[in-house]
Each structure stands twice: as C-alpha cells, then as structure tokens.
C-alpha cells in the first residue's frame, strides 16, 4: 500500500521522517519538496512577460548582464561588493 502525506509544517518534516524511519515495516520510497513548485500567480506573470517579449513590446538581458551592471555600481558608489549566489 502506497500513501502520500502532505506536512503543512515544513520546520517538522525532519521529525517526521525520523519517527517513520523507526518503523522497520515502513519503507519511504520518494520524498518531494514542494519549495521548487511556482504558484498560478507567479506562473500567469511570467507567460505575460514571455508574451511582451514574443510581441516586441520589451527585452530581457541574461542575469550575468544585469549582475556586473549591480556589481559595477556597487563598486563606483564605494559600496562593499555584495557576493552574488549562482542559482
């Protein structure tokens, strides 16, 4: 028997799965986090930028652009360098 059960908590979900594992007829056979999963909110806002895009209504530029434009003006304005994470 197969069963799916969805922690609302994410802070408890380690608990969780310890206690499970203390069950030697228990087996966990996948495990999904949902934090890689895009709203409908956020998934209509993009298709309405992919659409200004395909109608010549705007342009983008790739994220090392826009990161040395930040990186330069970080370094003309004297600010400390802010140490960019590559997703």
Not at 6 to 18: D, G, M, R, V, Y
Not at 77 to 83: A, D, F, N, Q, T
């Amino acid at each position: 028997m197969e069963l799916t059960i969805n922690i609302k908590e994410q802070q408890k979900t380690a608990f969780f799965l310890k206690l499970l594992q203390e069950f030697d007829y228990i087996e966990i056979t996948d495990i999904k986090d949902d934090e890689g999963t895009i709203s409908e909110e956020h998934k209509a806002l993009i298709d309405r930028r992919l659409n200004q895009i395909e109608n010549g209504e705007t342009s983008f530029q790739t994220w090392n652009i826009i990161k040395q434009k930040y990186e330069k003006d970080n370094t003309i304005k004297g600010l400390e360098m802010v140490k960019w994470r590559n997703i």
